[in-house]
């Protein structure tokens, strides 16, 4: 999987910076890996959105290396093709993360997540674990 490029959910940029030990995290692991990332727009909102001005300094860095990728109409078509597919199973997931699976699935990325309970659920969707 070298040079193969993912996806990346907040929970595992959250796990990076929560680690002392940096070279624990999942993320290091993924780099490791030899894949290189991209984010969802949606992910770069949440982590923004709950980031202390403290924070800012680092989170500024972390996101200089990684690729954002827009909520574009195709992505907003999918999260709605995934919706309408999980509604019918009764088994919706938080907008946000419905958003961030819509953009890997339709930008053909496989998304490293923590959150995996939500993101199982839409049955398309390449998980790296």
Not at 97 to 117: C, E, M, Q, R, Y
Request: glycine share 4%; aromatic share 8%; no cysteine.
């Amino acid at each position: 999987m070298a040079d193969k490029r993912i996806m990346v959910d907040t929970s595992i940029l959250i796990d990076y910076y929560r680690k002392t030990d940096k070279d624990n995290s999942i993320w290091v692991r993924l780099v490791r890996d030899g894949h290189k990332f991209a984010i969802s727009s949606v992910t770069k909102y949440e982590i923004y959105s709950g980031a202390s001005a403290a924070q800012l300094g680092f989170w500024n860095d972390v996101l200089k290396i990684v690729e954002v990728i827009s909520l574009d109409e195709a992505s907003v078509d999918m999260a709605v093709e995934i919706n309408a597919g999980l509604k019918r199973k009764r088994k919706q997931i938080d907008i946000a993360d419905l958003f961030i699976a819509a953009t890997a699935l339709s930008h053909g990325l496989p998304i490293a997540t923590l959150n995996k309970k939500h993101f199982e659920r839409i049955e398309r969707l390449n998980i790296i674990s």
